[in-house]
T-cell receptor, first 120, second 113 residues
């Protein structure tokens, strides 16, 4: 696609429900990132995929959070038993990936518009 | 661990003037990258400019330039000839050796007419 696509753009859910957020990266981008941004705050790293594997899951806040990526393309972030503190904008980004010194431009991240999650 | 510090929560600049947004970082990596992103009120994150740790010249992209001082671990963004459309949040980020990115808390820039 032309850019990173995220769906839904807005999600309102009740506390305790599960939610699934989707990210469709730019075609050909092997690296995919999930971030969380609370109101007025910076970006909090959640997880990073290179292809279908996730070398770094250290940012996932709890075991209620999980993510997968299939076919080296679409990724889903799942939050189980949502809590009010999960309310935030969830941003997805993709990049070409690859060695920094070979071509730094490959690490430029392009972001989607985000999913605004509200847990009531 | 990596760390990005942006000490200016908010700044004002007069239209057509230049402005510098500060960013300092802390890393033990020898190879890293520094990035600046703009986030308008619409919420999208827009890539502006990057600097590699081994780049000897400061990066420039149109009205944006990066004042990279490696010994001081600073990577300040300079916006020349500010425009009203430059009003936004600006985030500095560092990429480490493991492809992980760390973002600062951001600086809110307001351009006055």
């Amino acid at each position: 696609g032309a850019g990173v696509s995220q769906s839904p753009s807005n999600k309102v859910t009740e506390k305790g429900k599960d939610v699934e957020l989707r990210c469709d990266p730019i075609s050909g981008h092997t690296a995919l990132y999930w971030y969380r941004q609370s109101l007025g705050q910076g970006l909090e790293f959640l997880i990073y995929f290179q292809g279908n594997s996730a070398p770094d899951k250290s940012g996932l806040p709890s075991d209620r959070f999980s993510a997968e990526r299939t076919g080296g393309s679409v990724s889903t972030l799942t939050i189980q038993r949502t809590q009010q503190e999960d309310s935030a904008v969830y941003l997805c980004a993709s990049s070409l990936g690859g060695g920094w010194r070979v071509n730094p431009a490959k690490n430029i991240q392009y972001f989607g518009a985000g999913t605004r999650l509200s847990v009531l | 661990a990596q760390k990005i510090t942006q000490t200016q929560p908010g700044m004002f600049v007069q239209e057509k003037e230049a402005v510098t947004l500060d960013c300092t970082y802390d890393t033990s990596d020898q190879s890293y990258g520094l990035f600046w992103y703009k986030q308008p009120s619409s919420g999208e994150m827009i890539f502006l400019i990057y600097q590699g740790s081994y780049d000897e010249q400061n990066a420039t992209e149109g009205r944006y330039s990066l004042n990279f001082q490696k010994a001081r671990k600073s990577a300040n963004l300079v916006i020349s000839a500010s425009q009203l459309g430059d009003s936004a949040m600006y985030f500095c980020a560092i990429r480490d050796n493991f492809n992980k990115f760390y973002f600062g808390s951001g600086t809110k820039l307001n351009v006055k007419p």
